[in-house]
Every structure is written in structure tokens, then in C-alpha cells.
């Protein structure tokens, strides 16, 4: 089967400074790329998308950059806040499933 | 912003008994999923469904699992018989479109099996 990974499992930074979350996607033929966070005791939240036509997407405080060539994506966090700790997860999808990883941890501390 | 509501938050049931988790979409969407995640693991696709269809299914979805949108607004899965290890917290997720949309979830029903 196809394998969802992360570069790292656990991720420690300081509040104020900015996060980097990468993540290696398996199939080639992906055109829609997906960032969730996944707070304690909740469901994954949607932070942001990007299409394989573009190879950087920006939102609030996030930022979403996409290198086709070899296959990653990374999610980087503007002035990491404490509310930004959780599991961050970049699903890939087939057919109308999406396949989870175990995600990375963040910790922001303060 | 809309949401996807899942009710209850908590469900104890007794081993073997049947069991209804509910979810209420976000209203302009079409797609509805469910997704489980047993404590510690990775969260797993069970079904997606459309158009009061099954459109996918996991290996997981077997014949001890049923899915329904009862009426215009909720959307259900029942476990019949339930096991142990059907323990997880089930995610109702929610979207307008299938492919190159996000997939919006609720917070989940924690189900716990005695």
C-alpha cells in the first residue's frame, strides 16, 4: 500500500518563533494536497489546501509550499502560539478516502 | 462557520449490543464520511457515501456496520453487534465536493464497549 510519512514525529519550538512541519507524500499522481491539526480530544481540523498547479499557498499565519519533484510538502507556521500544539496531519487521498500518517506533535512552548 | 455536529460525545455499551452514532453534516454538503481513530493510532477510513450510496468502503466497514441519512439533515452509522474492540472515537466528516475539497469533521463520538 502507499506509505504517508513525516520527517519527524515530534516537534518542540519556542512561542513566538516560526514552525516548519514536513511531509513526504507517496503518490506521484496526487493533485490536491491537505493539512489538518488535531487537537486533544478533538477532530482534525482543515488549516489549509493546495492544488498541484501552485507550489506555495499562503493563509493566516500559515504557509503551504509544494515541491512536486520529490515529493514533499511542508506546513510553515508564522509565530507559533500555544494554541497551535497538536498533531498535524497531511492525508493523502484516493478515491474519496483519506489515508492518514501518525502525524507530527508540536509543542509550543512558552 | 458551519460545522459537523456529532452526537452523543460519549457512547458506554455493552459488549454485543447494537449502537447509532449521529452526525449532522454541514448543510450544503454532499459527501459524507466516517472515519475512526482507536486510542494511540492513526485515524482510519471506514466509508464515504453520496447520493444515499455507499461510494467507498474500508476493509474495516464490514458487515457488522451500516450507514444511513435518515432524512435531509442526519447522517448515521450503526455498529450491530458490538465487539471490544470496536472501541475509538468515530469522526463524521462532511464535504461539498468529492476530490480537491477538504474534508470537514466533527469532534467526534467517543465509543467505549464494556
Known amino acids: 500500500g502507499e506509505s504517508v510519512g513525516l520527517h519527524l514525529p515530534t516537534l518542540s519550538v519556542q512561542e513566538g518563533d516560526n514552525s516548519i512541519i514536513n511531509c513526504a507524500y507517496s503518490?506521484?499522481?496526487?493533485?490536491?494536497f491537505i493539512w489538518y491539526k488535531q487537537e486533544s480530544g478533538k477532530g482534525p481540523q482543515f488549516i489549509i489546501d493546495i492544488r498541484s498547479n501552485m507550489d506555495k499557498r499562503q493563509g493566516q499565519r500559515v504557509t503551504v509550499l509544494l515541491n512536486k519533484t520529490v515529493k514533499h510538502l511542508s506546513l510553515q507556521i508564522a509565530a507559533t502560539q500555544p494554541g497551535d500544539s497538536a498533531v498535524y496531519f497531511c492525508?493523502?487521498?484516493?478515491?474519496?478516502?483519506?489515508?492518514f500518517g501518525e502525524g507530527t506533535q508540536l509543542t509550543v512552548n512558552p | 462557520e458551519p460545522e459537523v455536529t456529532q452526537t452523543p460525545s460519549h457512547q458506554v455499551t455493552q459488549m454485543g449490543q447494537e449502537v447509532i452514532l449521529r452526525c449532522v453534516p454541514i448543510s450544503n454538503h454532499l459527501y459524507f464520511y466516517w472515519y475512526r481513530q482507536i486510542l494511540g493510532q492513526k485515524v482510519e477510513f471506514l466509508v464515504s457515501f453520496y447520493n444515499n450510496e455507499i461510494s467507498e468502503k474500508s476493509e474495516i466497514f464490514d458487515d457488522q456496520f451500516s450507514v444511513e441519512r435518515p432524512d435531509g439533515s442526519n447522517f448515521t452509522l450503526k455498529i450491530r453487534s458490538t465487539k471490544l474492540e470496536d472501541s475509538a472515537m468515530y469522526f463524521c466528516?462532511?464535504?461539498?465536493?468529492?476530490?480537491?475539497?477538504?474534508?470537514?469533521f466533527g469532534d467526534g463520538t467517543r465509543l467505549s464497549i464494556l
Open positions: 503518490n506521484s499522481a496526487s493533485d490536491y
Open positions: 466528516a462532511s464535504s461539498e465536493v468529492w476530490g480537491n475539497q477538504p474534508q470537514h
Open positions: 492525508p493523502e487521498g484516493s478515491g474519496s478516502r483519506l489515508t
